[in-house]
């Protein structure tokens, strides 16, 4: 089921948050569930449970990349101003 966002509010630090990179990284996540569903499915518990393990540490530290990056760009400009 597919739902529409109609408003955010977003912190001012968040404003050049890459919401298509975020909305990306998600979507390779799910990928990554997926073939985590079928090896386990196939028997191999082991590697979907490794899979679905490493894969969760990555998201993370990506998106958390993504938070960070808008964050320094804030601070700048935040600079120029002053």
Request: proline share 2%; glycine share 2%.
């Given at each position: 089921m597919s739902r529409k966002v109609k408003s955010v509010r977003?912190?001012?630090?968040l404003?050049?948050?890459?919401?298509s990179g975020?909305?990306?990284e998600c979507e390779q996540y799910l990928r990554d569930l997926e073939s985590a569903?079928?090896?386990?499915?196939d028997g191999?518990?082991?590697?979907?449970?490794?899979?679905?393990?490493?894969r969760q540490a990555?998201?993370?530290?990506r998106v958390g990349?993504?938070?960070?990056?808008?964050?320094?760009?804030y601070g700048k400009h935040?600079?120029?101003e002053q």
């Open positions: 977003v912190p001012k630090e404003e050049t948050l890459d919401l975020v909305i990306r569903t079928l090896l386990k499915r191999n518990r082991e590697a979907a449970e490794a899979l679905v393990h490493t990555d998201l993370g530290k990349k993504l938070v960070w990056e808008a964050r320094v760009r935040k600079e120029e």
